[in-house]
């Protein structure tokens, strides 16, 4: 079936009947499509290839496949336009973005207009292979590696200092202490790089902290320390609580 207008669509399938489609595409040879739209108007057009509606309860794209791709996007203008563009259903932000389902319909990833992702299990990622790769049958495999979790958001930074006569002030990186809760206390571990009595944290202030040699030494000595402090405007319980949606049904067509 092909269908050919200049001023309005191409082809228009409409069904008022219950689990029935509007237009329903099958191919069964070895390549082709189903259904097939392309829009060829003018960049500031409006129109679409393919637009699904499902009106006010109905799916507006319902895709099946026993062995391929249930749904295949690809973009082919390069960095202009992404394969996939999600707009928000409602003007005033009230609903999901993306929710992915399993086969038993519990609900896995959920996208919320706000940006933030829930995600019931767990997020691996893999970014360029130069080092931690085993090369071997043909094939290259990475080494998976894992992200720690804490019990509330926080942010850490990392350095080296001197220890002269048994004691060092260190600064805090400007661009750091700018990004952290300057009213709670951060923590410090310090690390000495050469024999000493061992170091202790004397003081600290929004700016630093002051580290000392145990009893009372007067080492000089280089030593490495680590600082893990809140975030700032973040106020995140410690190990909330929350509900996991489970068994949402799916909405049919």
């Known amino acids: ?3 050919t207008s200049t001023n309005w669509n191409g082809m228009e399938g409409l069904t008022t009947g219950a689990g029935t489609s509007g237009v329903y595409g099958q191919n069964a040879a070895p390549s082709g499509f189903g259904v097939a739209g392309r829009n060829v108007g003018p960049n500031s057009s ?5 637009l699904a509606d499902g009106g006010p309860a109905n799916d507006g794209l319902h895709a099946i496949s026993a062995s391929g791709h249930a749904g295949l996007f690809q973009s082919t203008t390069g960095n202009r336009f992404p394969p996939i563009a999600v707009l928000g259903g409602t003007a005033g932000g009230q609903g999901d973005l993306m929710d992915l389902f399993d086969v038993n319909s519990n609900l896995e990833v959920e996208v919320a207009d706000n940006g933030s992702v829930a995600i ?3 997020l691996f990622t893999s ?7 085993v090369v071997g049958n043909h094939q290259t495999h990475s080494v998976t590696e894992y992200t720690p979790t804490e019990s509330e958001p926080t942010i850490e930074d ?4 001197v220890l002269v006569d048994g004691r060092a002030d260190v600064v805090l990186d400007q661009k750091f202490a700018n990004v952290i809760d300057s009213d709670a206390k951060y923590f410090v571990w310090a690390m000495p790089e050469g024999d000493c009595r061992g170091l202790y944290v004397a003081s600290q202030t929004a700016r630093g902290f002051t580290v000392r040699e ?8 280089p ?6 402090a809140k975030r ?5 319980r410690r190990l909330p609580m929350t509900p996991i949606r489970r068994g949402t049904a799916l909405p049919q067509s």
């Open 232 to 236: 700032y405007g973040i106020d995140a």
């Open 223 to 228: 030593f490495e320390y680590r600082v893990v």
């Open 127 to 133: 970014g360029s292979c130069r080092n931690g790769c």
């Open 214 to 221: 145990l009893q009372g030494g007067h080492t000089s000595v």
């Open 1 to 3: 079936v092909v269908g």
């Open 46 to 50: 409006s129109g679409a290839g393919v």
């Open 158 to 161: 990392f350095g080296t200092g």
């Open 120 to 122: 019931a299990g767990q």
